[in-house]
């Protein structure tokens, strides 16, 4: 869930020492970004290319014991994939990379998908679409012969009983007295080893805040559930932390350790990479919410359907002065939101109104980038991205030529986990333009439904910039909608803040003082209504035409073969019916496969047994071994 491109060369800073150097490491990023945006800012890609990652867990069937476990092999399989990539180059279709937990491993195409399109080309449209599902069911085949008898990948958004114990093969215990994590449920065997990158990111973590990470998820109050629900632990600590009626957690894999669908889009200019940041940001948590699929914690149901609070507090790593609960001393600012957390403010200047969240940053860095002419909106991002601490340095690189390097920037940029990803061309990677990264999706249960959330987020896209559509609302009321898609069935059962009028990016209202090319929009109370899922994607009378129609609209007028367009109509289908609840959530289908389980107690608890078969039917679903009907088609 958590990537960062590969470590530089050469012994890794601890904590004390990183620090020293954190001052200038953020200076140079700074230069770093300058030289980057200055370079870049009339860059035009006309050919459009977009691609998904996608993690996946790896996991241990004992079907003689009826016990599925973690398989903590990621590195083995690294390795291999990494020998293989480097020997193929740029034919090897699928690219392996490392995550955080020793359980996980990311996939993306070889290739971004469009990226042999010729603008001219009347099958440039098939090229984004045809190649989608078949490229992930490619995933599986290339890994499977690296796989030990039993042993399966599988989508998955977190194992349901990480953290409970005989969970990892090898076997492994928690040991919080000698451990990096101090975890009382995890070893730090969980945590990828390969070049060391996330232990020093753990002790980093720590070390910084001076304790373990608290992660506390609501339990589902089921007819047995203890009510209150108060677990005990041999743990001053934990005992501490706990608080009644919640699951809880210590270590930052299980925030880490979730596995999520992301789906990165190439913007013609910076310009309209702007427009999709800011436009995107309102449909975050409507596209969470369609694809909620993390209903259990540590081996219980939760009141959750969502992974992201989970990850936002797993790597909150604020001080206590930093959050606010003492009077500011060693820290610099009051800092409103964990490194991992929906988007703070919009990019575009027409709407900086929308901007209702107090926003941090860094005012030197500010002035010296707007000294260097990048505009004051995404001068304040990355003057807000640069309050944060570097976390991996290397000795060897810790004087940087700006002109030709970039790693300080990006240092600070990938540690920076927003719900939206704004990226700017890389420095030594020529053919890759202005992007944005669209991040709080979860995963999906099979590879048709990773394609449809991953087209769909693509077709959003286009519809945004071929209709001119407005989504913008207060920042705020996305960070409300934020915790309602994670709510228990909140797709069909919660309502959701939205924009009322979307056709209004056309006809802005002035004010007095802007010029022509800096409109802003007045927040008026009447601009955003609520509304359920249903009504925001399949609209409703007259009143809200619905994004599903949209996408058809526009489906129907771009050129695609029968094919490609026979599946794109699948996925958009599969998403209205989601939204119209015709379709389960994956998280509704788990829960309901847990509670109709005859080993289940209705006492909130998954046991192995119930892990067992969960994973095991998964695993028969995901090899199109079992059909799959009533997940992606509704009869
Ligand atoms: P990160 O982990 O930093 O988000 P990755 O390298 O893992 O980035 O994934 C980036 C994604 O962007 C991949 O799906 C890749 O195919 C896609 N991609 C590569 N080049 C482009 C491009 N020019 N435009 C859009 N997407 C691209
Ligand atoms: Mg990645
Ligand atoms: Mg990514």
Redesign the pocket.
Known sequence: MI???LLPAGEQLNFQDSQRHAEHIRRQGIKQFINIYNRNKDRI?RC??????MEYTIVRFDHNSNKVRLSLRSEELLNIMYEREEREGENRRV?W?QESGSFQI?A????????NSDLNDKNSMNNLFNNVENQMRERRLDIRGLLHEDEAILCLTNYPRMGCADTTVPNTKPDPLNSMSGSIFLSDDHISHLNQKYFIIEKYFNERIGHKVAINAPIFKDTKTPDPFIEFFDHKEAMRAAKVDHIYMDSKIFGNGCSCL?????ATDVNEAFILYDQLAPLTPIMMALGASTPIFRGYLSDRDGRWDVIVDSLDDRTPEERGEKPLKHNKYRIQRPRYSAIGAYLCESNQSYNDSPIVYNKDYYNELIGSGVPPPLAQHIAYLFIRDPILISSEKLDQNPETESDHFEAIQ?TNWQSL?F?PPPLN?P???W?V?F?PMEIQMTDAENAAFAVVTILLSRIILKYKLNFVIPITKIDENMSTAQKRDSVNRCKFWFRKDIFTRNTPLFVNGFNDNHVIYDVEEESYIEMSINEIMNGYEQEFPGLIPLMKDYVNSIALDAQTYGKVQQYVQLIADRASAKLPTPAQWIRDFVRKHNTYKYDSVVNEKITYDLLNTLNRIQNECLNVNELIKNN
């Open positions: 990537t960062m491109g890609d459009f290319k977009w691609g998904d990652e690219l990379r990311e993306t195409p070889g290739q971004p998908y469009g990226y992301q789906v990165t889009m190439q990938a990803r990226k990677q053919a890759i333009g992007r990264e991040r």
